[in-house]
């Protein structure tokens, strides 16, 4: 008799966490994984004593599942992941469901929907934030997919996941296709724009002589005010920690950093949609440029910089930098937002930009106090158009203006970079100009391939084109934009 509610492939430590999570939780969880020694040593390790169930193959594994058969694949994205779909989908039958809760690329999982949606099974793309901690004691879950197989693991995922103050779940439907992996890929996106903020104020701080015990002192202040947020947290904790040696570790780390990928996809399909994501991918390039250690080392050695400029008033500039902080990410919410509607638009899944805010609000490693100010923000306008025009967000913005403003004239200044934060106030100031010089850019490509151009003064979608040295011709090119 098969007793299994769920069952899980991969036992790497998301796996492992989810199942002794779900476990905690009453459902009784059956696991394989494609070496199996590591069920072994699972059952008598972390999961002894426990009602998870071992299975040595793909039959016994799928024979174990209650029915529908609940299929939750934590493999690595890509190939790996079909390659268990094509092994475990001979076993199953209509109606069973497969989750695949890995980072996988939202056209990935819009394909295998759509491909096990023909075989009469049900696909679900889920994001599941939060890392190990997260996965067992409640991560942040963003499923999406086949609409009817959310009833069926709705009670498991909400049980499971991360909850708010009055007890909300931070899982929710998200909508069909690939838009729960969508929604998870936007989430590491910002997720790289957050880390990026952090790592240009440490840059500034330090640079402003600021010793690692007070930067972990300020941050741990920053984190009992609007900034409060688990990246804070575990900011302040790591300038902290010390080596064996009695140093500070972070001093100790190369500056060269590692992605995985979901960062890049999320600027990607921001390039796809015409959405400009200014600072997620500034943090993309910002992570690229570390990696160039070598290069870097030679050019310091040749390429001069200001000379640096004495601080009047540090306990001033790390106020501004605060400020600057706090204005950055807004509007790095407020471009992520930005996406997820105009990706919402395109590819038709009518997300709910209110449910993705609570979603992340606890659980995730983006968690913040912040989140729930966009979920406010989001109550009271369903439709807001951007969070930028929101009025607790428009007042925010206003208050830490001329800190950000004066933080980054000093990184000009002194010459250290702030790319995500230096491109948040370009895009600020650019959001909020009704007349941008693109005037002169259009004016330009009329002059030298006659793409044409619209007047302030006729209706939009009336096309001129001026032969502007008398010589051309007036045969203008096609308007098309891609
Ligand atoms: C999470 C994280 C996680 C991500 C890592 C590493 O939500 O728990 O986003 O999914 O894979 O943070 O990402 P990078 O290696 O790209 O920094």
């Known amino acids: 008799m098969p007793k299994a509610d769920i069952g899980l492939i991969g036992l790497a430590v998301m796996g492992q966490n989810l199942v002794m999570n779900m476990n905690d939780h009453g459902f009784t969880v059956a696991v394989y994984n ?5 069920v072994d040593e699972f059952l008598a390790g972390p999961a002894k004593g426990s009602k998870v169930v071992g299975t040595r193959s793909i039959e016994e594994f799928v024979a174990a599942l209650k029915k529908p058969r609940r299929v939750m694949l934590m493999v690595k994205a890509g190939e790996v992941v079909d390659q268990f779909i094509a092994q475990v989908v001979p076993h199953l039958e209509k109606g069973d469901i497969v989750i695949d809760g ?17 075989k009469g099974l049900l696909f679900l793309g ?23 197989a959310w009833a069926a693991v709705k009670p498991i995922f909400q049980a499971i996941s991360a909850k708010v103050e009055d007890g909300t779940p931070c899982c929710d439907w998200v909508g069909k296709g690939g838009s729960g992996h969508y929604v998870k890929m936007v989430h590491n996106g910002i997720e790289y724009g957050d880390i990026q903020l952090i790592c240009e104020t440490y840059h500034l701080m330090r640079a402003a002589g600021c010793s690692n015990t007070e930067m972990a002192e300020i941050f741990s202040a920053w984190n009992r005010s609007e900034l409060l947020s688990y990246l804070i947290e575990i900011t302040a904790k790591i300038l902290a920690y010390k080596d064996t040696d009695g140093s500070h570790l972070v001093d100790h780390i190369l500056d060269a950093a590692g992605q995985k990928g979901t960062g890049k996809w999320t600027s990607i399909d921001a390039l796809e949609l015409g959405m400009p994501l200014t600072l997620i991918s500034e943090a993309v390039y910002a992570r690229c440029l570390s990696a160039l ?3 870097r080392v030679t050019a310091a050695k040749v390429l001069p910089g200001p000379a640096p400029k004495p601080l009047k008033d540090r306990k001033e500039f790390v106020e501004s930098l605060r400020q600057a902080l706090y204005a950055s990410k ?18 038709g899944w009518d997300l709910n930009f209110g449910a993705i805010a609570l979603m992340w609000r606890g659980g995730c490693i983006i968690r913040s106090i912040f989140l729930g100010d966009i979920k406010k923000a989001f109550d009271r306008k369903k439709d807001l158009h951007n969070l930028l025009l929101d009025d607790f967000f428009k007042k925010a913005m206003t208050g830490a203006q001329s800190g950000w403003r004066s933080a980054l004239a000093r990184s000009l200044e002194w010459g250290i970079p702030a790319p995500c934060m230096t491109s948040a106030l370009a895009f600020y100031d650019g959001y909020r100009s009704d007349r941008l010089p693109a005037n002169l850019l259009q004016a330009q490509r009329d002059y030298f391939g006659a793409h044409t151009y619209e007047r302030l003064d006729k209706p939009r979608g009336q096309f001129f ?13 096609t308007t098309y934009n891609a």
Not at 126 to 137: K, L, P, Q, T, V
């Open 34 to 38: 494609r070496t199996t020694s590591k």
């Open 102 to 118: 890995g980072n996988s690329l939202y056209t990935d999982t819009q394909r295998r929907v759509e491909e096990l949606g023909k």
């Open 126 to 148: 889920s994001g599941i934030s939060g890392g190990e901690e997260g996965a067992r004691h409640g991560p942040s879950i963003m499923p999406g997919g086949a609409p009817e």
């Open 293 to 295: 250690k070598e290069d």
């Open 330 to 347: 807004i509007v790095s919410y407020a471009q992520g937002f930005m996406l997820m509607r105009e990706a919402s638009r395109q590819y």
């Open 465 to 477: 084109h001026t032969n502007w040295t008398g010589t051309g011709g007036s045969v203008s090119s």
